[in-house]
């Protein structure tokens, strides 16, 4: 089982930045991957970012090079730094875990943060 909490989303104007946290209730090591997803009314849920536990990468094509997802290891946190913001990137973000245990794959979500961006 993970915990996950999320923080630091809200409303940002176009062009401005904002760093979403999402805190784990173990070692981030122990996870096989955490990432970001985000879900706009009326679309699906998409992946955003992840990062797995060997500090791999990667990106959705639409925030490449606008988005980076880090981690500190010590407070089991990963965040999401989102510069160049854009009115399309207003969502609810979710922190997601995946736990791989003998091929079974297990995910675990937070509770969801709104970002919102507008002028």
């Known amino acids: 089982q993970v915990q996950l909490v999320e923080s630091g989303g809200g409303l940002v104007q176009p062009g401005g930045s904002l760093r979403l946290s999402c805190a784990a209730s173990?070692?981030?090591?122990?996870?096989?991957?955490m990432g970001w997803y985000r879900q706009a009314p009326g679309k699906q849920r998409e992946l955003v970012a992840d990062i797995t536990s060997g500090g791999t990468t990667n990106y959705a094509d639409s925030v490449k090079g606008r988005f980076t997802i880090s981690r500190d290891i010590a407070k089991n946190t990963v965040y999401l730094q989102m510069n160049s913001l854009k009115p399309e990137d207003t969502a609810v973000y979710y922190c997601?875990?995946?736990?791989?245990?003998?091929?079974?794959?297990?995910?675990?979500w937070g509770q969801g943060t709104q970002v919102t961006v507008s002028s």
């Open positions: 997601n875990a995946v736990l791989l245990r003998f091929a079974i794959r297990s995910d675990y």
């Open positions: 173990k070692s981030i090591f122990s996870i096989n991957a």
